[in-house]
């Protein structure tokens, strides 16, 4: 699937970039939406084996005054595709309040990048969940995050 990005000239003209940016393969339009999230839509998730990943097309509602994808977005998806990736390994039906979140920006992601959190539950105990996240831009490494999920409650059918 192509998703052509578009954006807005300094005069105030929107156009669409000159490159389409790929969706991957695996890829499909994430179901959970937030009010958080709802500006950064499209947001797109895939499953792995042990994994779960987010991803988007960094637009420019992405973007800070630079250019560079806002670390506050990294930092946000990364915590809803850790708490995501542990949710799903403790069955899908449990809720978790995040407790601890950890982010080293490594790079950064620019307009035009496709931005992707991969995400995998560490170890999961009674109380408490622990992922790791690998954060790219284009398939480049720009951060790395780690969390700390109190299960909160199982959700009810």
Known sequence: ???FL???HPF????????PTEIPPGFSRHTRSSGLTEPWEPIYAAFGDDSFSLGLAAAQ??????GFVHGGLLSALADNA????CAY???????????SLSVDYLGSGQLGNWIEVRAQPRQT?????FADASLYADGRLCATARAVFKIAAPIPS
Do not use: D, E, P
């Not at 850790?82 to 990736?85: E, R």
């Not at 390994?89 to 407790?99: D, F, I, N, P, S």
């Not at 105990?125 to 969940?129: E, H, Q, S």
């Open 125 to 129: 105990g009674k109380t408490l969940c």
């Open 61 to 66: 509602a992405h973007v800070n005054s630079r």
């Open 12 to 19: 105030g003209t929107m156009y669409a970039m000159n490159q």
């Open 1 to 3: 699937m192509k998703m």
């Open 6 to 8: 578009w954006k807005i």
């Open 89 to 99: 390994k403790l069955g899908g039906r449990t809720a978790l309040v995040t407790v």
């Open 82 to 85: 850790m708490g995501l990736s």
